[in-house]
């Protein structure tokens, strides 16, 4: 027994010599972000030996992976790396408060969204609710990488990845060029995961999918605001045809603002004073009363920062010796807060699909290649979801057509009714219910309810099932 430990010391020391010394592993894994120190623990747990690349370890300012969904904290939990959430002044997300020309409606995480078990029924205690995070990115990033640190058998590097390596004759990726305190390095292993994120300057050579972006996050951090809800994500949707707004906590004392802004918005013209004109003359009149002052506090302190708001279809990785994942192969518009869930359950699938059990040696890319076709598929139960629910909300929320307004509006209506009527929807947009048919039962659901209250308005008041039950059309209210 003793010499059975004393060689398995051994073997791991000479592994970590490969990986510091001649730069080799069996995982080289570009971008210590969210999904690469996220897949680098999985592996290196697994006893994969992982080299993890990145071209900054100081702690990134970003404006958007703030809000983690229930479903992506459940997937931090399964990694083991839910501890990542605290320490950084993390705030429990109960909810939404959807704010829609003045009238709020509020939406809480639904009890039983995954359908198991029957809490609240003959006397049973209803489980508690599920809860998301919001938190400042960049110190959650740190969190994620100190776990990287401290996970056996990964090593992070700080160098600036450049070029890929790939066999001039099979066109099987060997490992990555970088630049290390400006001279040249190499790192090599049997795959290569590319996790550089929605900037991507890898992207291009592998997916054939153009990313589309037409319109910009433009992120005010607003302090000491008073939300009408907290620990809930506000969408403020105006009557003005604004694109949404969002407001959430990310620290005891800071707020986000994410203000969407449309390419070629009139009222953000350099003539009618910019994007700050617009924020100043024609958002800021429409938030909530209490968050009023923070905001224009902020706007004069003038931090304004911007992000694209990007959609890139997913792809089947066809390279062998290449992984694409995260923002480098799959986005989806920002407005639902879905892309970490749909990263850290990524995680957990494609852990499983390579697990050492069922994939011995990663040097064998055919057997890679079958597996990353399976997760195509599998990971589509949650991600098609995701991505249909924050593209499809967003044009719903974003509209400034006539008949999707009237969808808006009858959005917001099916939303008052409450029950399932809200927590299908959210249970979607939270990563805890992965069944695209509940999502095809409330688009329909929302159309037809959109459909049946534009007939009552058109009727005469005297022949409306409403008429003197209190229903006015939104549209009709002063």
């Known amino acids: 027994m003793l010499d059975f430990t004393a060689t398995d010391t051994n073997v791991a020391q000479a592994v970590e010599t490969r990986r510091i010394l001649h730069h080799e592993a069996d995982v080289v894994v570009v971008g210590a972000g969210i999904m690469g120190c996220a897949v680098a623990v999985a592996m290196g ?54 704010i829609y020309q003045g009238e709020p409606v509020h939406i809480p995480y639904p009890h039983n969204a995954g359908g198991q078990g029957k809490g609240g029924q003959h006397g049973h205690q209803l489980p508690p609710r599920p809860e998301g995070r919001s938190f400042h990115h960049g110190r959650f990033i740190q969190q994620l990488r100190q776990a990287a640190r401290e996970t056996p058998n990964v090593t992070i590097v700080e160098t600036k990845a450049t070029e890929l390596v790939q066999n001039c004759i099979t066109g099987e990726v060997l490992g990555v060029e970088s630049k290390t305190d400006g001279k040249p390095d190499y790192y090599f292993g049997h795959l290569t995961i590319v996790a550089d994120g929605y900037a991507s300057k890898f992207r291009k050579r592998f997916i054939r999918h153009d990313v589309i972006a037409r319109s910009k996050f433009y992120g005010l ?15 403020v949707l105006s009557s003005e045809g604004l694109a949404p707004v969002l407001l959430y906590q990310i620290g005891t004392h800071e707020t986000r603002a994410l203000i969407d802004v449309p390419d070629r918005t009139p009222t953000a013209s350099v003539e009618r004073g910019g994007v700050k004109g617009h924020l100043r003359h024609v958002v800021l009149p429409s938030l909530p ?31 062998p010796g290449l992984v694409l994942l995260g923002d480098a192969m799959n986005m989806r518009h920002p407005l639902t807060g879905g892309g970490m869930t749909v990263a850290f359950n990524d995680v957990v699938l494609l852990s499983q699909l390579l697990h050492p059990s069922v994939v011995p040696s990663l040097d064998d890319t055919r057997l890679v290649l079958r597996q990353m076709s399976t997760f195509h598929w599998r990971r589509k139960r949650l991600s098609s979801v995701i991505n249909i629910l924050a593209q499809a909300l967003y044009a719903l929320f974003a509209a400034n057509d006539p008949q999707l307004k009237v969808l808006q509006m009858g959005c917001f209506r099916y939303f008052q009714k409450g029950g399932q009527c809200i927590d299908g929807p959210v249970g979607l947009l939270a990563g805890i219910i992965r069944q695209p048919l509940v ?40």
């Open 45 to 98: 747990k697994q006893g994969r030996s992982v080299l993890l690349l990145e071209k900054s370890l100081k702690e990134p300012d970003r404006i958007v992976g703030e809000l983690l969904q229930p479903g992506g904290v459940s997937a931090l939990e399964k990694l083991g790396l839910r501890h990542c959430l605290e320490g950084i002044d993390s705030i429990r997300v109960k909810g939404y408060e959807v």
């Open 221 to 235: 951090e607003l302090v000491d605001a008073q939300l009408p809800r907290p620990e809930h994500g506000h969408v």
């Open 289 to 319: 009363t209490c968050v009023q002052p923070a905001f224009s506090a902020a706007l004069d302190k003038g931090a304004l920062r911007s992000m694209p708001n990007s959609f890139l279809p997913p792809s089947t990785n066809k390279t």
């Open 439 to 478: 999502l095809l039962y409330h688009f329909y659901a929302v159309a037809l309810y959109s459909i049946w209250i534009l007939v009552l308005a058109s009727l005469p008041a005297f022949l409306s099932p409403s008429a003197g039950k209190g229903f006015v059309p939104l549209s009709d209210r002063s």
